[in-house]
Each structure stands twice: as structure tokens, then as C-alpha cells.
């Protein structure tokens, strides 16, 4: 795949950006009908692995692959880190796993887009150790060739056959319970098994509880950029500051809660 058929939002000088726009969240909120799914093969690929060696599409080995997408500043990947682990421990056997480091989701003075391959490889370490990652971590080109070409997802995750066959694919990676459906039914059907998940409101609530974090890593400017993009993720990150107590995973449905009865009250305080 060239940059002459990726969207224009995929191409690589829009790639690596310094700014979190709203353009960015609307994108990551669907998938395109070309891009590659279920039943599709895998886009040529061959990108580095951090303890030598490469990962290409035409030799993933026997097992399965269940290939996720993520960065530091990503507060999906964040949420979706002991997923992964928990995932591992279950299938870690039969199903290769390997974390694809990308582009930062959420650039700031701190932690902020890499411009160098040194870099981003410098990236994928940390990242590799921020979640004590057991399994391969790989990063992908500077340009991004690779996930532009799966569609520029901050934190999607693909279940690949041995012969480069997508039979799964996931909008977020912290989806926990679809992807352990889907990693048992690849394991028991084999070629005969495809799915998706679609789901969105629960994993981005799972993720506004890691936001906070996520800021106070990469810095103010994250938290500047998130205002101006989309203002209720901003809020629903700041109502979830009391809320330390609980799982970071818990606090985006609480705050979520909290409001949704506070307008309520407020309704029929009005309406008395």
C-alpha cells in the first residue's frame, strides 16, 4: 500500500503530528470501509523487533499473532497494558504476542513525537517497560508505513492467522472479554473463525480514568490539547481526580454516573 491510496489523513506528513486536533479523535473513531479487516490479508510489512530480528507479515511463524498497536501517551494503551498481560498468562502458549510501538497519540513537552528512528525505538523501550510487557515489542517505521497501511488506530488489535489471513479485529485493545472470546474461538475453529468488535463507549470510558496519568507523564500541554479537541473528554478526566481510590479502569463509568444523576436532579429541581 502507497501513500498515493492511503486517506490524506494517513499520509505520512500528517503522520506525526505535534498536536492532538479534533480531526484526530473523529478518525480513530471508525474504521474505513478499505481498510483491512476480517478475511483480508495482512499489508506487507516488515518492521524491527526490540531484541533483534524482524517481524514481516510474510513469516509470522506458526501461531497465531495478536498484533496491538499503542504508545506511551496513549490513555487506551494505558488501560488496555494488564489486559494484555492477563491475556498472555491465558494464551501466551499458543498465541504469539506482539506489541507494534506507533506514533504518541498524545504528544507533550515531556514525552514528544519522535522525529528520529533512535527515538521512537527509545520510545518503544519505555513503553516495553512502563507495562512489564512479557512478550515481543516492535516498532514501526518513522513514516508510520506500517500502521497507516492497518489504518492509524492509537490502540486497535488484530488476531492474524499463521498465513497472513486477519480473522479478528478489535477497535481497542483494552476490550478484554471480546478479545479473550475472540482468542479462544481462533484456537478452536481456526480458518473457519472471523469476528470484530465494534465497541467504543466502554473501553473509551475504561481509558478517561488513565488521562490524568497520561498528562501528568507527557506533560501540560496534553492536558491543553485535550480541552481543545474534545472538551468532555477534558471534564469527564478532571471528575475522575477525586476518584483515585478506585481502579483507574472504574473511574471514567463513575464520573460518568456522578453526572448523569447530578442532571437529572437538576432537571427536576427545575421542573418542581
Request: charged share 20%; net charge positive; aromatic share 8%.
Amino acid at each position: 500500500m502507497t501513500d498515493a491510496t492511503l486517506p490524506a489523513r494517513s499520509s505520512r506528513h500528517h503522520y506525526a503530528y505535534d498536536t492532538f486536533t479534533t480531526g484526530l479523535i473523529l478518525g480513530d473513531l471508525a474504521f474505513a470501509r478499505t481498510d483491512p479487516g476480517p478475511g483480508d490479508r495482512v499489508p506487507a510489512f516488515d518492521i524491527e523487533l526490540l531484541d533483534g530480528g524482524r517481524l514481516a507479515g510474510a513469516s509470522l511463524g506458526p501461531r497465531p499473532v495478536l498484533l496491538v498497536f499503542g504508545s506511551l501517551t496513549c490513555p487506551v494503551t494505558e488501560s488496555s497494558g494488564a489486559v494484555l498481560r492477563r491475556l498472555h498468562a491465558l494464551f501466551g502458549d499458543r498465541i504469539r504476542f506482539v506489541m507494534v510501538n506507533t506514533r504518541e497519540a498524545h504528544p507533550g513537552q515531556h514525552i514528544p513525537q519522535p522525529r528520529t528512528s533512535a527515538e521512537k525505538r527509545e520510545h518503544a523501550f519505555r513503553l516495553r517497560a512502563h507495562h512489564r510487557f512479557p512478550f515481543e515489542v516492535a516498532v514501526d517505521g518513522i513514516d508510520g508505513a506500517f500502521h497507516r497501511a492497518m489504518s492509524p488506530k492509537p490502540n486497535s488489535a488484530y488476531l492474524i492467522r499463521p498465513d497472513g489471513v486477519i480473522a479478528y479485529r478489535a477497535h481497542w485493545a483494552n476490550d478484554e472479554p471480546a478479545l479473550q472470546r475472540a482468542i479462544t474461538g481462533l484456537l478452536a475453529r481456526g480458518s473457519a473463525f472471523r469476528g470484530r468488535s465494534r465497541a467504543m463507549a466502554g473501553p473509551l470510558l475504561r481509558a478517561i480514568g488513565h488521562l490524568p496519568g497520561i498528562v501528568r507523564r507527557g506533560g501540560s500541554k496534553v492536558a491543553r490539547d485535550v480541552w481543545a479537541a474534545v472538551p468532555p473528554f477534558a471534564v469527564m478526566a478532571l471528575l475522575t481526580r477525586p476518584l483515585a481510590f478506585l481502579p483507574a479502569d472504574a473511574r471514567g463509568p463513575v464520573a460518568l454516573a456522578v453526572v448523569t444523576i447530578l442532571a437529572v436532579l437538576a432537571a427536576y429541581v427545575m421542573q418542581a
